[in-house]
Each structure stands twice: as C-alpha cells, then as structure tokens.
C-alpha cells in the first residue's frame, strides 16, 4: 500500500502546495463528471423517460449533499489550522467530530428528504412515467446519503493533511466500477442474475459511494497525526458540532443557492417536456468539464491557507 501522504503546508513554494493539491483534485472531478456522464448514458440506452427521471432526482438529492460539501470546507479549514499549530490532538478530536457530524446530518438530511425531495420533483416535472423515474431514483439515493457526506468531509481531513490524491483515486475507481455496475444490474447476467432495470442505476450510485466513503475513512485514520486516534472522540460534542456548523453553514448555504438556479431552469423546462430536460442533464454534465480548473485551485487555497494560518505565518 502507498505511503499516506502527510504534507507541512508551512514550508516550502506556494505553487509547488497548488500544484500538488490542485491537479489531482481537478482530475478527480473530472472523473467524478465522468461517472455522472455514463449514468445518463446508460439511462439513455433505456429511454428518454429514464434519462429525465434521472436528471430530477439527482438533481433533488444533490440539495443534500451541499451540506456534505460544506462539511468538506469546515474540515479542511479546522483541521487544517490545528494540524498547522502544532495541536495534533485537537486536529484529531476535530476530524472524528467531523466524521460523528457527517452521520447525524446523513440521517437527518435522509429523513428530510423523504418529506422534500417528492415536493421539489413534483414542482419542476409534469405528472407522467419522466417523474415516476425521477421519485424512484431519489428514494433510492437516499440510501448513499452517508456515503456522499463522509466521503466530502474525510476528504477535506485529508486535504487539510496536503494529501488530494485519495479522493482522486478513489474517483476513478468509482468510475470504473460504474461502468461494470451499471449494466449488471440493469441488464443482470441471462440466466444466472436477474436485472432491476432503471433501479440499477442507483444502485450502482450507493455501491460505488459507499466504497469511496470506507476507503476514504481508512485513509483518514493512516494518517501520522491520525493514529492515536481514540473511540471516546466520536461522542457528539455540542461545543464541537456547533464549531463545525459556523463553517459548514456559509459554503452549504452557497452552494444550495447555486443549486435552485438550476431548479428554475427545471420549472421552466417542465413545459416543454422530458426530451428538454433529459437535453439539459446531459449539458450540464458537459459544462461541468469546464469548471475543473477553477473547483482544482480552490480546492487547494484552503488547506493551504488553514494550514499558515494555524501556524500564525502570514
């Protein structure tokens, strides 16, 4: 197994920090756009209904996961600023309040969903088989909810550590496995696995989350700083939760309102019918591959600056 990667931020160029936390990050959501690109793919081989359904209800369940990636910017500025101070013990009882934190709020966002997420579908859809989809694949999301916010938050722990390649290789794996599990479980095996159609295709989705979810925590806890890691400080911690909140609240709240916009777009597209919307899903998953140099940079400005800042080095 790889040495786990454990970076001083403090020391050294600036740029070298950039590249090193910025390039792998890039292209981890690349493949994370890719993963996303062969569902609608393998939603289209099924019908255009399947592919809008898809785009509805993940459209939906991804309300949620902006409180997973606040949770990614609160540990990587927390842990980030104890680890650069030299308080490897706090950056420890940091980063399992971080882990303990993305449990509660998955199963309070899970619950939630079952109330919100049929009303925010049925707002940007018109009745028929499109929606039908839509509220089949949220329901089942709601199953990879820990895997989605663990997996944000353990990898803001391990940028905080300098290390953005973990989550780089487990993307790709997850991509890869998407490929196989995809039309497995649409498809099954003739006469040996039966397939569950369209339902397969978020399955796919939990199965891969959850393992890039497990793997990233193992990667986590091989840390140096991460070792002497104790079960005592995964007790929720109100003072604790409520730190971690003054910093997940800002990014979640930002990135829930560049969300609706896209939920207006849905409304309006509603009109035209499920080909509109199916069209769109696959646009913005295209668009998304021109954003990846801006998410890699400030992927990498946090870390580095929580890091200096813990050290008091301006």
């Known amino acids: 197994m790889a040495q786990a990667i454990d970076l001083n931020l403090t020391k050294g160029s600036i740029a070298g920090h950039f590249r090193t936390l910025a390039i792998p990050g890039a292209v981890g959501m690349l493949f994370s ?5 062969v569902d609608i793919f393998f939603a289209g081989l099924l019908s255009t209904s399947a592919q809008a359904g898809l785009a509805l209800g993940f459209q939906a369940f991804f309300i949620s996961i902006s409180v997973g990636v606040g949770l990614g910017a609160a540990m990587s500025a927390l842990v980030g600023n104890a680890l650069g101070s030299g308080d490897n013990r706090a950056a420890r009882r940091l980063a399992a309040q971080g882990i303990t934190y993305g449990i509660v709020a998955s199963c309070l966002l899970a619950l939630a969903g079952l109330w919100f997420g049929p009303l925010l579908i049925k707002l940007v859809s018109e009745p028929g088989v499109y929606r039908e989809a839509g509220l089949r694949y949220f329901y089942w999301l709601l199953l990879a909810m820990p895997g989605f916010l663990l997996a944000h938050g353990c990898n803001g722990i391990l940028q905080a550590h300098g290390d953005a390649v973990s989550m780089q290789r487990a993307l790709i794996v997850a991509f890869l496995a998407n490929i196989v599990l995809n039309p497995l479980l649409i498809y099954g095996v003739p006469g040996v696995i039966p397939g569950i159609g369209f339902n397969g295709l978020a399955l796919s989705t939990v199965i891969s989350q959850t393992g890039v979810m497990i793997f990233l925590i193992q990667q986590v806890l091989r840390r140096r700083r991460m070792k002497r890691m104790r079960a ?12 971690i909140s003054l910093q997940v609240l800002p990014t979640a709240f930002s990135f829930t309102i560049m969300l609706l916009s896209a939920f207006v777009l ?5 009109l035209f019918g499920e080909h509109a919307i199916a069209g769109y899903a696959i646009a913005i998953r295209l668009e998304q591959v021109l954003l990846l140099p801006i998410l890699g940079v400030t992927g990498a400005l946090l870390p580095i600056a929580s890091q200096n800042f813990g050290a008091r080095d301006s």
């Open 232 to 243: 005592a400080y995964f007790r929720p911690r109100l003072k604790r939760f409520a730190e």
């Open 33 to 37: 756009t890719l993963y996303n690109i």
């Open 266 to 270: 849905q409304f309006a597209l509603k």
